[in-house]
């Protein structure tokens, strides 16, 4: 069965109204909600960037029943994957079994801050490989050392475990990284209802849930969602892997003047608020195979967004 997930922009919300909108999303009728890790936001028209880690045990205690992601944190440079199992582990305990773990090879946006130098993907997701061990030899609990390539560890322990290995999601966009989610990762993680890169997980002995990101915005009318968009998104409109190689707010305030109205409109961002466009969105991503679907509100108006969605698009489902 499809699970229908409601998305916590970190890059646009404060935690404290991040804590109540998972509330509110439960209170909906949403299945699940999906945490994004950053330490920027993407541009600075958006505004905040709290810790995902404190904003998670806050939703802990707010919710009861919605299972809780985050979608998704690169354990590789940042955070070192020690910190990392701590958090993992601490909010798993927390969630009793409704927490899912999202995992990527990141952004420069996020990761350049402690002054590493950003390597190509294929070193990324080396390193990527090498955490997820790390990760997995700490939640098991048992006095860990470890002396790699990227990673030392030395005599380390976890006293607060989960009694299983939490659920780990890997993030693909391309078809090499579905083929590292199919054998290091217990499902797939992706934006947009990408078919080819569910096929190539598939392919390659994947057979864990799919999550994908719609990006939507409701408001009175497409002019006035396209106008929200362009002033609070206009990064999801960048082609390319700029999205991974640009290294500050900045940097994507500049690249962004090149977004107009049009390149929003066509986009693939929800900007009707006639709720059967909103049906069909969604429909379209199940029928790429995509068992879990969640949808990003852009802009300010989240209970607006809450509320249509609780009255008029989850009933279809």
Not at 83 to 99: I, K, L, P, S
Not at 153 to 170: S, W
Request: hydrophobic share 35%.
């Amino acid at each position: 069965m499809t699970q229908l997930g409601y998305t916590l922009s970190s890059e646009e919300h404060g935690p404290t109204e991040l804590v109540e909108y998972a509330r509110r999303a439960e209170e909906a009728g949403f299945d699940f909600v999906s945490i994004s890790d950053h330490f920027h936001p993407w541009i600075p028209a958006q505004g905040e960037s709290p810790f995902v880690w404190s904003t998670l045990g806050g939703i802990a205690t707010a919710t009861d029943e919605i299972e809780v992601g985050v979608g998704v944190t690169c354990p590789t440079m940042r955070i070192h994957p020690v910190n990392v199992a701590q958090a993992v582990a601490t909010v798993e305990e927390m969630f009793d079994g409704r927490f899912t773990f999202g995992v990527g090879t990141g952004e420069n946006l996020n990761e350049h801050v402690t002054g590493h130098r950003w390597p190509e993907h294929d070193v990324r997701l080396e390193m990527l490989t090498e955490a997820m061990n790390v990760l997995r030899s700490l939640w098991t609990g048992d006095n860990t050392s470890h002396h790699g390539e990227h990673y030392t560890v030395e005599n380390a322990r976890l006293f607060t475990v989960p009694d299983e290995q939490p659920t780990t999601i890997a993030s693909a966009f391309g078809p090499q990284t579905a083929r590292w989610a199919a054998e290091h990762g217990d499902g797939l993680w992706c934006s947009g209802p990408k078919g080819a890169v569910v096929d190539e997980y598939e392919d390659a002995g994947g057979d864990g849930p799919a999550y994908s990101q719609l990006h939507i915005c409701y408001a009175d009318s497409e002019d006035e969602a396209i106008d929200t968009v362009h002033e609070y998104w206009p990064n999801g409109s960048l082609p390319g892997e700029l999205g991974q190689e640009l290294p500050t707010p900045a940097h994507f305030e500049q690249a962004t003047e090149m977004v107009d109205r049009d390149d929003i409109a066509e986009s693939g961002t929800t900007t009707d608020p006639d709720p059967q466009v909103h049906i069909d969105s969604i429909e379209t991503a199940v029928d790429a195979g995509y068992d879990h679907v969640y949808v990003h509100q852009i802009g300010p108006e989240q209970e607006r967004a809450l509320e249509f969605y609780e009255e008029e698009v989850l009933p279809a489902f």
